[in-house]
Each structure stands twice: as C-alpha cells, then as structure tokens.
C-alpha cells in the first residue's frame, strides 16, 4: 500500500532554516512526479514546489529564490529545503506523489516561523 510520510517540521525563527522530507513506500518512487503543497489556516492548500522524474523543477513565486525541492530516488524521498523563513511561510506543508491518474498525499508536517 502507498504511503508517504512527512518529517522535519517545527518552530523556526525568521530568516532560519528548515528542510522537511517525504519518505515514500508502496510505489516505484522514481517515476513519480513528487511535490509539496501548503495550507496555511483559513487558507486554500496551495502547490509550493514540484519536481518530475528527471529532477526538473518549478517553484511558486512567493517562494522562488528561498525553497529548494529536489528528490534522493536511491532513498525514496523528497525534499523542501526553506531558507529565510517568513512568518509568512507558516503552514502544514504536505508531500504529493502523482502518476497520471495515480495521486497520493501525505499527512501533512506542521512548519512554524515564529520569534
């Protein structure tokens, strides 16, 4: 059975650092396309990054410049590296695996900028 799992989230102050991870299981992690959405609260889910199978990759624009997805086929994991945080940014991020009709997400990672 397909799953994905979330990691990394916490309580970080702004312009810090944090990197969240996707580890997934139950599919051949390669040939998904794999991104990471966001909701913040009373907000729509937005897409925040996406990358294909051969690693190319598109950003929102609130985002461009500061997060950086990227993909460890061999570990099957994805990744959200975000750098200068905004309070902003503060959200449950969620990991989306897609495959044609095939659309898997996780359960989500609560991200906090906060001083």
């Known amino acids: 059975q397909a799953q994905l799992v979330e990691s990394g989230g916490g309580v970080v102050q702004p312009g810090g650092s944090l990197r969240v991870s996707c580890e997934a299981s139950?599919?051949?992690?390669?040939?998904?396309?794999m991104a990471w959405y966001r909701q913040a609260p009373g907000k729509q889910r937005e897409l925040v990054a996406h990358i294909n199978s051969g690693a190319a990759t598109t950003y929102a624009d609130a985002v461009k410049g500061r997060f950086t997805i990227f993909r460890d086929n061999a570990k099957n994991t994805a990744y959200l590296q975000m750098n200068s945080l905004k309070p902003e940014d503060t959200a449950v991020y969620y990991c989306?695996?897609?495959?044609?009709?095939?659309?898997?997400w996780g359960k989500g990672t609560l991200v906090t900028v906060s001083s």
């Open positions: 989306n695996a897609v495959l044609g009709l095939i659309n898997y």
């Open positions: 139950g599919i051949r992690f390669s040939v998904y396309e």
